[in-house]
C-alpha cells in the first residue's frame, strides 16, 4: 500500500514537583489537519535497562497524563498508519515531521488513513468521537448505520450480522429500556459524546444467554471539575416534521459527579402499507394502508456517581419516559373479479387509536478494586405501562353502508426486577471471573373488544377479548478463565441458566409452566502476529426465550382482514456458533457459522372462504446460517476517505408448512459505500450508500432495494458548536417489498413503506466552565490499555 503522510507531534509539557512525583502531560496532533490524535500510544522506558514501566493511550482530545515520572526516563510514542517516535526526556519539546516511504500502485497514491479501529478477542471497536466517519451523523442511530458488522433498519432497529438483535450496553453495564425508549435515547447521543462503540458479535458465557450479540458504547469521559452542558437538537423533514430536543447537564467535585438529561420529542411520523392478493374465488384484492402518527416524547433522567475513595465508586440514576401518540389508520379493501373490469366490493376502513406509554426505571451500581481484584453490582428495576384505546370501523365505500364497529381497550404493565455481582481476580499470569444474576419479569394485559350490535348498542365481544399474564424467573451464574502466553489470549467460560415461567392465557382457560435447566459454553483464542496483524477464533451457546408478544395469543390487527396471533406454547430457541475474525491494520475480515434449532418463527395461514389472513408462531426444526464480511477504509487523497463494507450471507431454513416440507438454500450480500471529504474550508461531507440484493426465506421473497444519503458537517467557536444536514433516503428507494413464492398456496405480494425519505437538520452545542482536573482514580491495567 502506497503512504504518503506526514505528522507532526506538538507536546505541551508541564513539569513540577510535588509530593516527590514529576508529572508529565501533554497533546498529541496530525500534522496534516491539526486534529487530536484518538488513542496514540504512549510508552515509558528506563535508560539504564530498557525495561518498560508505564502505557498510556491518548483520549478523544489527543491528551495523555504521567505521573511519578523520572528523569532518566525516555518515551516511545505510536500510532498506526504514523512513524514512531522516541523522546529523550520530560523536557523535550520537539517538533517532529515524519516522512513514510511511498509507493505507486497502477499511477494511483492510496494513503494508509489513521487507526479508528481496533479488535480485542474478536470484537471491533470504533472511535467515533474525532472519527471523521462519523463526523456528519446526525445521532448515534446514523453512526451505527455505517459502522461494520451493523445495520440499521428502516424502523430504526439495530442488527448484528444481518439477523441478531443486540443487547446495548453503556460503559460495559446493560440498558434496561423498552425498545420505543431505547431509540430514543441512541438517537439523543450525538457522534461527540461518544468515545468509541465494540460489536461483540459472539459473546461469551460472562452475559446473558439470550446476548447473542452485545454494542457497548462508552461514552466520553470527562475528569474536569464544575460544571459543564450540551443541548442537541434535530428536526426531521418530509411531508411533516419532527423534532428530537436534548439537553445535557454535568456538575463534577473532587468525590461526587451528577447528571441530568431532559428530553422533549414532538412531531408526525408516517407509514404506508400495500398488498396484491389473487383469492382462491380467482377474484383479485388491493390492499392500501396510510399511517399517521402525532406523538410527543418526554424524557428525564438525573444520575449521581460518589467515589468513596480510589477503591469503591457507587452510582444512581433516575429516569422517567412519558410517550403520548394519536394515530390514525385508514385503508381501503378493494377487490374486483379476475379480469380487474368487475368490481365486487370496496371497503373502507377507520382506526383511530389513542396511545399511551409510561415508564420509570432506577439503576444502582457499586464496584469495589483493590489491585487485581474487582467486585462490582448492578441492580435495575423497570416499570412499563401502556394503554390504548381503538376503534375499528368498516363501510362499504361505495354506499357509505356501516359493515361493522367495534372498540378496543387495552391496559399492559410490564415489570422487570434485575440484580447480578461480578468478581475478577488475576492470579499469576491468569485470570478468574465469577458472577450470578437473577431477574423477575411480571407481564400483565387486558383487552377488551365490544362491538356494535343490530340494536346500535356496544356489546362485550368474548372472542376477541383477551387476559393474559406471564411471568418469568431466571436465575444465572457463570465461571470463566482467561490468561495470556506471549502473544496468544485464552479465554474459557461456562454458564449455567434456569428458568422458571407462567403464561396464563385466562380466557382460553389455558395455563403453560416451564422449568429448564441449560449449560452454556463458551471458548475464545486471540493471536497477535504483529501489532498491525491479529487473528481471533471464538464459539458460544446461546438461548433465546419466547417474549411476551410472542406469546400472548391475543389478535393484533394490520387490517379488518389481516392479524397476527401469539403462541403460548412456544419454545425457547438454542444457537451455537463459531467466528473467526482477522484483523490486518484496518482491514477486518470475519467470518460466522451456525446452527439454531427451534427457531422462532411466523406463518400465514389463509382462509378462502372469509379472505381472513392470519399470522401464527410457531417452532421450526431448525436452521442453518453463515455469514462473510469484509471491512476496509481506503485513504485516496488527504480530504477524501473511502470506507467499504462487503458482506454476504447464507441461510438454509427446514420449514414444514400444511403438510409440505419447504427447505430453500437463500444465498444474499450487502454493499455499503461511505465517502467522507473533508474540504479545507472546514466542511466535511459524507455520502453514504447502501445496497441490499434480493433475499428472503423458504416462503418469502424479500426483493432488492438501496439507499443513499447525503450529509453535509461543519464546526464553529473551537467546536463548541456543531451544525449538520442530511438528506437521507434521497430517492425514496428504500421500502420493502415482499412476495409469497409457492402461488399455488396464496398468491400474495405487498409493500411496506416508512418515512424515511426525509432531511435531517441537526445542531449541538457545548458549555460550561470546567477547569480543573479531578485525580485519576485507579484502573486495572485492561483498562488502561483500552482507554
Same mark, same amino acid.
Given at each position: 500500500?502506497?503512504?504518503?503522510?506526514?505528522?507532526?507531534?506538538?507536546?505541551?509539557?508541564?513539569?513540577?514537583?510535588?509530593?516527590?512525583?514529576?508529572?508529565?502531560?501533554?497533546?498529541?496532533?496530525?500534522?496534516?489537519?491539526?486534529?487530536?490524535?484518538?488513542?496514540?500510544?504512549?510508552?515509558?522506558?528506563?535508560?539504564?535497562?530498557?525495561?518498560?514501566?508505564?502505557?498510556?493511550?491518548?483520549?478523544?482530545?489527543?491528551?495523555? @497524563?504521567?505521573?511519578?515520572?523520572?528523569?532518566?526516563?525516555?518515551?516511545?510514542?505510536?500510532?498506526?498508519?504514523?512513524?514512531?517516535?522516541?523522546?529523550?526526556?520530560? $523536557?523535550?519539546?520537539?517538533?517532529?515531521?515524519? @516522512?513514510?516511504?511511498?509507493?505507486?500502485?497502477?499511477?494511483?497514491?492510496?494513503?494508509?488513513?489513521?487507526?479508528?479501529?481496533?479488535?480485542?478477542?474478536?470484537?471491533?471497536?470504533?472511535?467515533?468521537?474525532?472519527?471523521?466517519? #462519523?463526523?456528519?451523523?446526525?445521532?448515534?442511530?446514523?453512526?451505527?448505520?455505517?459502522?461494520?458488522?451493523?445495520?440499521?433498519?428502516?424502523?430504526?432497529?439495530?442488527?448484528?450480522?444481518?439477523?441478531?438483535?443486540?443487547?446495548? #450496553?453503556?460503559?460495559?453495564?446493560?440498558?434496561?429500556?423498552?425498545?420505543?425508549?431505547?431509540?430514543?435515547?441512541?438517537?439523543?447521543?450525538?457522534?461527540?459524546?461518544?468515545?468509541?462503540?465494540?460489536?461483540?458479535? =459472539?459473546?461469551?458465557?460472562?452475559?446473558?444467554?439470550?446476548?447473542?450479540?452485545?454494542?457497548?458504547?462508552?461514552?466520553?469521559?470527562?475528569?474536569?471539575?464544575?460544571?459543564?452542558?450540551?443541548?442537541?437538537?434535530?428536526?426531521?423533514?418530509?411531508?411533516?416534521?419532527?423534532?428530537?430536543?436534548?439537553?445535557?447537564?454535568?456538575?463534577?467535585?473532587?468525590?461526587?459527579?451528577?447528571?441530568?438529561?431532559?428530553?422533549?420529542?414532538?412531531?408526525?411520523?408516517?407509514?404506508?402499507?400495500?398488498?396484491?392478493?389473487?383469492?382462491?374465488?380467482?377474484?383479485?384484492?388491493?390492499?392500501?394502508?396510510?399511517?399517521?402518527?402525532?406523538?410527543?416524547?418526554?424524557?428525564?433522567?438525573?444520575?449521581?456517581?460518589?467515589?468513596?475513595?480510589?477503591?469503591?465508586?457507587?452510582?444512581?440514576?433516575?429516569?422517567?419516559?412519558?410517550?403520548?401518540?394519536?394515530?390514525?389508520?385508514?385503508?381501503?379493501?378493494?377487490?374486483?373479479?379476475?379480469?380487474?373490469?368487475?368490481?365486487? #366490493?370496496?371497503?373502507?376502513?377507520?382506526?383511530?387509536?389513542?396511545?399511551?406509554?409510561?415508564?420509570?426505571?432506577?439503576?444502582?451500581?457499586?464496584?469495589?478494586?483493590?489491585?487485581?481484584?474487582?467486585?462490582?453490582?448492578?441492580?435495575?428495576?423497570?416499570?412499563?405501562?401502556?394503554?390504548?384505546?381503538?376503534?375499528?370501523?368498516?363501510?362499504?365505500?361505495?354506499?357509505?353502508?356501516?359493515?361493522?364497529?367495534?372498540?378496543?381497550?387495552?391496559?399492559?404493565?410490564?415489570?422487570?426486577?434485575?440484580?447480578?455481582?461480578?468478581?475478577?481476580?488475576?492470579?499469576?499470569?491468569?485470570?478468574?471471573?465469577?458472577? #450470578?444474576?437473577?431477574?423477575?419479569?411480571?407481564?400483565?394485559?387486558?383487552?377488551?373488544?365490544?362491538?356494535?350490535?343490530?340494536? $346500535?348498542?356496544?356489546?362485550?365481544?368474548?372472542?376477541?377479548?383477551?387476559?393474559?399474564?406471564?411471568?418469568?424467573?431466571?436465575?444465572?451464574?457463570?465461571?470463566?478463565?482467561?490468561?495470556?502466553?506471549?502473544?496468544?489470549?485464552?479465554?474459557?467460560?461456562?454458564?449455567?441458566?434456569?428458568?422458571?415461567?407462567?403464561?396464563?392465557?385466562?380466557?382460553?382457560?389455558?395455563?403453560?409452566?416451564?422449568?429448564?435447566?441449560?449449560?452454556?459454553?463458551?471458548?475464545?483464542?486471540?493471536?497477535?502476529?504483529?501489532?498491525?496483524?491479529?487473528?481471533?477464533?471464538?464459539?458460544?451457546?446461546?438461548?433465546?426465550?419466547?417474549?411476551?408478544?410472542?406469546?400472548?395469543?391475543?389478535?393484533?390487527?394490520?387490517?379488518?382482514?389481516?392479524?397476527?396471533?401469539?403462541?403460548?406454547?412456544?419454545?425457547?430457541?438454542?444457537?451455537?456458533?463459531?467466528?473467526?475474525?482477522?484483523?490486518?491494520? =484496518?482491514?477486518?475480515?470475519?467470518?460466522?457459522?451456525?446452527?439454531?434449532?427451534?427457531?422462532?418463527?411466523?406463518?400465514?395461514?389463509? =382462509?378462502?372462504?372469509? =379472505?381472513?389472513?392470519?399470522?401464527?408462531?410457531?417452532?421450526?426444526?431448525?436452521?442453518?446460517?453463515?455469514?462473510?464480511?469484509?471491512?476496509?477504509?481506503?485513504?485516496?487523497?488527504?480530504?477524501?476517505?473511502?470506507?467499504?463494507?462487503?458482506?454476504?450471507?447464507?441461510?438454509?431454513?427446514?420449514?414444514?408448512?400444511?403438510?409440505?416440507?419447504?427447505?430453500?438454500?437463500?444465498?444474499?450480500?450487502?454493499?455499503?459505500?461511505?465517502?467522507?471529504?473533508?474540504?479545507?474550508?472546514?466542511?466535511?461531507?459524507?455520502?453514504?450508500? $447502501?445496497?441490499?440484493?434480493?433475499?428472503?426465506?423458504?416462503?418469502?421473497?424479500?426483493?432488492?432495494?438501496?439507499?443513499?444519503?447525503?450529509?453535509?458537517?461543519?464546526?464553529?467557536?473551537? @467546536?463548541?458548536?456543531?451544525?449538520?444536514?442530511?438528506?437521507?433516503?434521497?430517492?425514496?428507494?428504500?421500502?420493502?417489498?415482499?412476495?409469497?413464492?409457492?402461488?399455488?398456496?396464496?398468491?400474495?405480494?405487498?409493500? @411496506?413503506?416508512?418515512?424515511?425519505?426525509?432531511?435531517?437538520?441537526?445542531?449541538?452545542?457545548?458549555?460550561?466552565?470546567?477547569?480543573?482536573?479531578?485525580?485519576?482514580?485507579?484502573?486495572?491495567?485492561?483498562?488502561?490499555?483500552?482507554?
Amino acid at each position: 500500500m502506497n503512504i504518503k503522510l506526514r505528522m507532526l507531534l506538538s507536546f505541551t509539557l508541564v513539569s513540577c514537583f510535588f509530593n516527590a512525583q514529576q508529572i508529565f502531560s501533554g497533546r498529541v496532533l496530525d500534522s496534516e489537519t491539526k486534529k487530536e490524535l484518538f488513542q496514540a500510544e504512549i510508552t515509558s522506558f528506563k535508560k539504564s535497562d530498557g525495561l518498560l514501566v508505564q502505557k498510556k493511550l491518548t483520549d478523544s482530545s489527543g491528551k495523555f @497524563h504521567f505521573e511519578d515520572i523520572r528523569s532518566d526516563y525516555f518515551f516511545i510514542v505510536r500510532k498506526s498508519g504514523y512513524e514512531t517516535q522516541k523522546l529523550e526526556g520530560v $523536557n523535550q519539546m520537539p517538533l517532529v515531521e515524519l @516522512h513514510p516511504a511511498i509507493e505507486t500502485i497502477s499511477e494511483i497514491v492510496i494513503q494508509s488513513v489513521p487507526r479508528n479501529l481496533k479488535m480485542n478477542n474478536g470484537n471491533i471497536t470504533m472511535s467515533v468521537s474525532g472519527n471523521k466517519d #462519523f463526523k456528519t451523523a446526525a445521532n448515534l442511530l446514523e453512526v451505527l448505520k455505517k459502522t461494520p458488522g451493523v445495520t440499521v433498519d428502516q424502523e430504526d432497529a439495530v442488527f448484528i450480522g444481518g439477523r441478531i438483535s443486540p443487547a446495548i #450496553f453503556i460503559d460495559g453495564k446493560p440498558v434496561v429500556m423498552s425498545t420505543q425508549e431505547l431509540q430514543i435515547y441512541l438517537k439523543s447521543l450525538s457522534p461527540e459524546v461518544v468515545e468509541s462503540i465494540e460489536i461483540n458479535a =459472539n459473546p461469551s458465557s460472562k452475559y446473558d444467554a439470550e446476548y447473542k450479540g452485545i454494542i457497548d458504547i462508552k461514552l466520553k469521559q470527562n475528569n474536569n471539575l464544575g460544571w459543564r452542558g450540551s443541548y442537541t437538537g434535530n428536526t426531521s423533514v418530509n411531508k411533516f416534521n419532527y423534532t428530537e430536543n436534548t439537553l445535557n447537564i454535568a456538575y463534577s467535585r473532587a468525590k461526587i459527579a451528577y447528571n441530568v438529561q431532559l428530553g422533549y420529542n414532538d412531531g408526525t411520523t408516517t407509514y404506508r402499507y400495500n398488498a396484491l392478493q389473487r383469492l382462491a374465488d380467482t377474484n383479485v384484492m388491493r390492499t392500501s394502508t396510510y399511517q399517521k402518527d402525532e406523538v410527543k416524547v418526554y424524557t428525564v433522567t438525573a444520575g449521581m456517581e460518589y467515589r468513596l475513595n480510589d477503591k469503591n465508586k457507587l452510582g444512581l440514576t433516575l429516569r422517567k419516559n412519558f410517550r403520548d401518540s394519536s394515530r390514525n389508520r385508514s385503508g381501503e379493501l378493494y377487490t374486483t373479479n379476475k379480469d380487474e373490469n368487475l368490481l365486487v #366490493f370496496n371497503t373502507e376502513s377507520q382506526n383511530p387509536a389513542i396511545f399511551n406509554q409510561d415508564n420509570y426505571g432506577i439503576t444502582t451500581d457499586y464496584s469495589f478494586q483493590n489491585k487485581n481484584f474487582k467486585l462490582s453490582f448492578l441492580g435495575n428495576y423497570l416499570s412499563v405501562g401502556n394503554k390504548q384505546q381503538d376503534d375499528f370501523i368498516n363501510s362499504d365505500k361505495t354506499t357509505s353502508q356501516l359493515l361493522s364497529y367495534w372498540k378496543s381497550d387495552l391496559l399492559n404493565k410490564i415489570s422487570i426486577y434485575t440484580a447480578q455481582a461480578d468478581l475478577s481476580q488475576k492470579v499469576g499470569k491468569g485470570t478468574f471471573e465469577a458472577g #450470578f444474576k437473577y431477574s423477575k419479569t411480571n407481564t400483565s394485559n387486558t383487552i377488551r373488544y365490544d362491538t356494535l350490535s343490530a340494536g $346500535n348498542q356496544f356489546l362485550f365481544d368474548p372472542l376477541r377479548s383477551n387476559l393474559f399474564s406471564y411471568k418469568e424467573k431466571v436465575a444465572a451464574g457463570y465461571l470463566a478463565y482467561s490468561q495470556k502466553f506471549e502473544k496468544l489470549q485464552i479465554n474459557a467460560g461456562l454458564r449455567l441458566e434456569n428458568t422458571k415461567s407462567i403464561s396464563n392465557a385466562i380466557m382460553m382457560d389455558s395455563v403453560v409452566s416451564r422449568n429448564y435447566l441449560e449449560w452454556l459454553p463458551s471458548f475464545s483464542a486471540d493471536y497477535g502476529f504483529n501489532p498491525s496483524s491479529q487473528l481471533s477464533l471464538s464459539y458460544s451457546r446461546k438461548m433465546t426465550r419466547p417474549v411476551f408478544s410472542q406469546l400472548n395469543p391475543f389478535r393484533f390487527y394490520f387490517s379488518p382482514l389481516n392479524y397476527w396471533i401469539g403462541n403460548p406454547y412456544l419454545q425457547p430457541s438454542f444457537t451455537s456458533q463459531i467466528k473467526a475474525a482477522y484483523r490486518y491494520k =484496518n482491514w477486518v475480515t470475519s467470518f460466522a457459522i451456525g446452527k439454531e434449532k427451534d427457531v422462532m418463527v411466523r406463518y400465514p395461514i389463509y =382462509n378462502p372462504k372469509t =379472505n381472513v389472513l392470519e399470522y401464527l408462531g410457531t417452532n421450526l426444526p431448525y436452521r442453518n446460517f453463515a455469514n462473510l464480511e469484509i471491512s476496509f477504509p481506503v485513504k485516496i487523497a488527504k480530504w477524501w476517505n473511502l470506507n467499504s463494507q462487503i458482506t454476504g450471507y447464507y441461510n438454509y431454513e427446514f420449514r414444514p408448512y400444511l403438510n409440505e416440507v419447504f427447505a430453500l438454500k437463500i444465498y444474499n450480500y450487502e454493499v455499503r459505500l461511505n465517502q467522507v471529504f473533508s474540504l479545507p474550508s472546514g466542511y466535511t461531507i459524507s455520502l453514504f450508500a $447502501n445496497y441490499e440484493s434480493k433475499t428472503g426465506n423458504s416462503l418469502y421473497i424479500i426483493k432488492s432495494r438501496y439507499s443513499v444519503d447525503l450529509s453535509v458537517q461543519k464546526s464553529w467557536f473551537d @467546536h463548541q458548536l456543531n451544525t449538520k444536514i442530511s438528506y437521507n433516503n434521497m430517492f425514496d428507494s428504500y421500502d420493502q417489498r415482499v412476495q409469497f413464492r409457492h402461488k399455488q398456496i396464496m398468491d400474495n405480494q405487498f409493500i @411496506h413503506w416508512w418515512d424515511s425519505w426525509k432531511i435531517i437538520l441537526s445542531m449541538s452545542y457545548n458549555f460550561g466552565n470546567s477547569k480543573y482536573k479531578v485525580k485519576e482514580i485507579q484502573k486495572t491495567e485492561e483498562e488502561n490499555r483500552t482507554r
